[in-house]
């Protein structure tokens, strides 16, 4: 199985990204995928995930209406649109995947992923 984040970068406040996560070495489209993010000094916590079909999605409050997740089962390619970005969403963000389970997401924490990318970093900063 490999994860491998791109998009993250340097954004203004307000401004947006797009990150992406290209998939390999596992059938994609029956799994579980999520965004996670940790900033210095603090735990790892999921921001989103998605289910292989797409009909169910969940988002932390503190990135409602603001960020998407969504993903291509056609590209192995799962993505988070970031709009409105503030101070706060500075961190590394990684994509996750549950092998565990197919066609469904346990809608939990760090310990329902079992596969994880390197990470790709986004900062907010004017």
């Known amino acids: 199985v490999q994860l491998v984040e791109s998009g993250g970068g340097l954004v203004q406040p307000g401004g947006s990204l797009r990150l992406s996560c290209a998939a390999s070495?596992?059938?994609?489209?029956?799994?579980?995928m999520a965004w996670f993010r940790q900033a210095p000094g603090t735990e790892r916590e999921r921001v989103a995930a998605?289910?292989?079909?797409?009909?169910?999605?969940r988002y932390d409050d503190s990135v409602k209406g603001r960020f998407n997740i969504s993903r291509d089962n056609d590209k192995n390619t799962l993505f988070l649109q970031m709009n409105g970005l503030k101070a706060e969403d500075t961190a590394m963000y990684y994509c996750?995947?549950?092998?565990?389970?197919?066609?469904?997401?346990?809608?939990?924490?760090?310990?329902?992923?079992?596969?994880w990318g390197q990470g790709t970093q986004v900062t907010v900063s004017s």
């Open positions: 070495g596992f059938t994609f489209s029956i799994y579980c």
């Open positions: 996750a995947t549950d092998t565990s389970r197919q066609f469904t997401c346990r809608n939990g924490g760090i310990s329902d992923y079992n596969y």
């Open positions: 998605i289910t292989p079909n797409s009909s169910w999605k």
